[in-house]
């Protein structure tokens, strides 16, 4: 196949040879090629040349009192940019593709531009793709400010020529490795293709490109990822629901250590104070029974030979049942894909004392279907990641970003093994038999050197 180095259209610009004199320029008084780097404590200023007008105030990028990861220089150019295809998929396939494109921005010492998500989740179909703006999903002005000095996103309307363009087609087959793909990327943040002011990525979107980047660096990207209020006020309704049955069930329970039968339960309901109720906890199942994740899931044990990996609805009901130290009674939300599911019986069969809910019995599901597969997948996340327990399957794409969501929350408490349920936000996988029958305490490595255990599953959970 032609190397997509060498795919370069026409004659190069002359700003290549500019570009080379000022950086020789730049050498010669001690400055880097990427501009000067002036340390003052607690900020770092890190300008770009732009053009051929010098240094601008808009081309500054100040950070304050940010570690950058290995990978991020000293900032980002907010005059170059990178654009990439529509991103496809699953909601949790889509934040690695965009982590990754925002990775593959960095490495170019270029701002990307705000890509296109998808709301549908035809990824086969391109046609049936339902594209959806990034800032309908995600605060785009937050974005920057928890990422500024990192990764930077810009709009369209920041460009000053959209036609400075030099296309990057992606590499593919089995003679395209790693190796090769890494050498592509360091090629292109020189010149001459440094000089346009947008380089763009065609080919496969970013969830299937090469993973060059430790899980830090991912970890970092997705903690600037912050829900419109629009969505966060939805998943807030949700955790809120739960909470409000959650304390109707503690209420009940007060009532009948206090010696009222159940007849009277209705009437005397109301007369427990709920001041000295505590705070309802609440434990999440990332149920995967749905038809489309059994068909998957059946493939991949065949193809890894990995019998941790598809688990039954009795499966899950049990193991749950068996958490170690878990507290009863409490209030369980099953987060599954309602229309891709078979089996209407999933409340049915739990252990005594585990009060199972979906978004219909919630009350919630006419609120879920106002929106696209997306925005529902979003407001599922998010209820998970606020739960106090998390369950969910080692293999799947949503419930690992869970996981390394509710690591990370730990780790900024100080705990550097959170692992069981003697600390705060514990996570488990049901797919993996853990102690007394029950599902295995589950965190994520941090320190790992590449997402690809997160993005494609594991049976290795780190505890």
């Known amino acids: 196949m032609t190397d997509p180095i060498c795919s370069c259209r026409g004659t190069m610009k002359s700003i290549s040879q500019i570009s080379l004199s000022l950086r020789v320029l730049a050498d010669s008084v001690g400055l880097t090629s990427r501009g000067f780097t002036a340390k003052i404590p607690g900020t770092i200023f890190s300008p770009a040349f732009s053009g051929f007008g010098g240094i601008g105030k808009d081309d500054l990028v100040f950070v304050h009192n940010v570690s ?21 998929w699953g909601l949790n396939n889509q934040k690695i ?19 296109s998500l998808s709301a549908s989740l035809f990824y086969k179909e391109i046609d049936l793709l339902q594209p959806i703006s990034f800032d309908k999903v995600f605060h785009f002005d937050k974005f920057n400010s928890l990422c500024n000095g990192f990764v930077q996103l810009g709009r369209y309307s920041d460009l000053v020529n959209g036609s400075d363009v030099f296309e990057l087609p992606k590499g593919s087959g089995r003679k395209w490795t790693i190796g090769r793909d890494l050498d592509q990327l360091r090629q292109f943040s020189k010149d001459p293709y440094d000089g346009y002011e947008i380089i763009r990525i065609i080919g496969k979107n970013p969830f299937l490109w090469h993973d060059h980047w430790p899980v830090q660096d991912y970890a970092k990207v997705f903690e600037c990822l912050v829900l419109v209020d629009e969505i966060s006020a939805e998943a807030g309704k949700v955790v809120s ?31 427990v104070s709920s001041s ?7 434990l999440a199942v990332h149920m995967r029974i749905e038809k489309d994740w059994m068909i998957h899931c059946k493939k991949l ?31 369980v939300y099953l987060a599954v894909a309602d229309s891709l599911l078979e089996d209407n019986s999933i409340l049915k069969g739990w252990k005594e004392g585990l009060l199972p809910y979906e978004k219909k019995k919630l009350g919630v599901a006419g609120m879920y279907k106002r929106h696209p597969y ?27 970003l869970v996981v390394l969501e509710r690591t990370q929350k730990m780790i900024r408490t100080g705990v550097s093994r959170p ?17 007394s029958e029950g599902p295995r305490p589950w965190m994520a490595n941090m320190s790992h050197s590449s997402l690809h255990a997160i993005s494609y599953g594991s049976n290795e959970v780190f505890c």
């Not at 065949?302 to 009674?329: A, D, F, H």
């Not at 925005?375 to 949503?398: H, K």
């Not at 692992?419 to 102690?435: E, H, Q, T």
């Open 68 to 88: 950058l990861p290995s990978s991020s220089g000293y900032g980002i150019r907010k005059m170059k940019f990178l654009e990439v295809p529509q991103i496809v």
């Open 97 to 115: 593709a965009f982590a990754r494109a925002c990775l593959t921005a960095v490495m170019l010492n270029r701002t990307l531009l705000m890509p």
């Open 241 to 271: 629901r739960i909470k409000e049955l959650g304390r109707e069930v503690r209420r009940e329970v007060r009532l009948l250590q206090n010696g009222t039968s159940k007849v009277g339960l209705l009437q005397n309901r109301m007369h």
């Open 276 to 282: 000295f109720l505590e705070p309802v906890p609440y």
């Open 301 to 331: 044990e065949q193809r890894s030979n990995i019998s941790e990996i598809c688990s039954s609805k009795e499966e899950i009901m049990g193991r749950v049942g068996n958490i170690v130290g878990l507290k009863t009674p409490i209030l």
């Open 374 to 400: 997306l925005i529902q997948s979003a407001i599922d996340y998010e209820v998970c990641l606020r739960a106090n327990v998390f369950v969910g399957n080692s293999f799947s794409t949503f419930s690992s």
């Open 419 to 435: 692992c069981g349920m003697d600390v705060k936000w514990p996570s488990y996988a049901y797919n993996i038999l853990g102690d």
